[in-house]
């Protein structure tokens, strides 16, 4: 039973340029949450994914936005890369909303934006 | 605003002993809490998950206590081992969203 998976593991990309990262969930479940964790702090909700659509969005600006496919995986996109978007980019997966939503991350995307 | 927090940053345990990492959270209208492992280098491992229908759940090794009245959580680890050692993450999610809000983590450190 294959747990969450993230790709690519680590990426460096230069201020103003586009990123993509993707996301496999558990199997079994059919909802996606990203998050963004900077170095020495805990994780921050960015968004969350269920039946292709946006279902509730942390306080992030619209240059982070996603997409979610028909077979439950997920893309984050960030446009305009900041300096301070250099973190390490968790995605999380979970059962239909209003049920057992217990969140199961994935190992993360290591972002450093030079 | 929202926020969990974590009452120590760094525990440093020995071997064999008992751990408690505390957690106050902000939002009575939170519903549902969960605690997390990260280790470096790796995303949050699953620990425990208590509902705010419940006082106390014991898993293997592991006790999550509630306190709604004082909005305090508490995780146990029963003879703390050195592969406890990681970052704990207590964290919270309101009725009817899906967000997690997360504290800072607590240092564990287990000593030989």
């Known amino acids: 039973d294959a747990g969450v998976t993230q790709s690519p593991t680590h990426l460096i990309k230069t201020r103003g340029q586009q990123v993509t990262l993707r996301c496999s969930p558990k199997?079994?479940?059919?909802?996606v949450s990203w998050y963004q964790q900077a170095l020495g702090q805990g994780p921050q909700f960015i968004f969350q994914?269920?039946?292709?659509?946006?279902?509730q969005r942390g306080n992030f600006p619209d240059r982070f936005s996603g997409h979610q496919f028909p077979n439950y995986s997920s893309e984050l996109n960030v446009n305009a890369l900041l300096l301070g978007d250099s973190a390490l980019y968790l995605c999380?997966?979970?059962?239909?909303?209003?049920?057992?939503?217990?969140?199961?991350f994935g190992p993360g995307t290591r972002l450093l934006v030079l | 605003g929202e926020s969990v927090g974590l009452h120590l940053p760094t525990l440093s345990v020995q071997e064999g002993d008992n751990s408690i990492i505390n957690c106050a959270y902000s939002?009575?209208?939170?519903?549902?809490f969960i605690w997390y492992k990260q280790e470096s280098g790796k995303g949050p491992q699953f620990i425990i998950d208590?509902?705010?229908?419940?006082d106390k759940r014991q898993g293997q090794r592991v006790t999550v206590l509630l306190n709604k009245t004082v909005k305090h959580l508490s995780l146990q680890i029963a003879a703390t081992q050195p592969g406890d050692s990681a970052v704990y993450f207590c964290?919270?999610?309101?009725?009817?969203?899906?967000?997690?809000?997360f504290g800072q983590g607590t240092t564990l450190q287990v000593k030989p």
């Open positions: 964290a919270e999610r309101a009725s009817n969203t899906g967000k997690l809000i």
């Open positions: 994914y269920y039946e292709e659509e946006e279902r």
């Open positions: 939002n009575s209208a939170s519903d549902y």
């Open positions: 199997s079994g479940h059919d909802t």
């Open positions: 208590i509902r705010s229908n419940m």
């Open positions: 999380a997966s979970s059962n239909t909303p209003g049920t057992k939503e217990t969140q199961y």
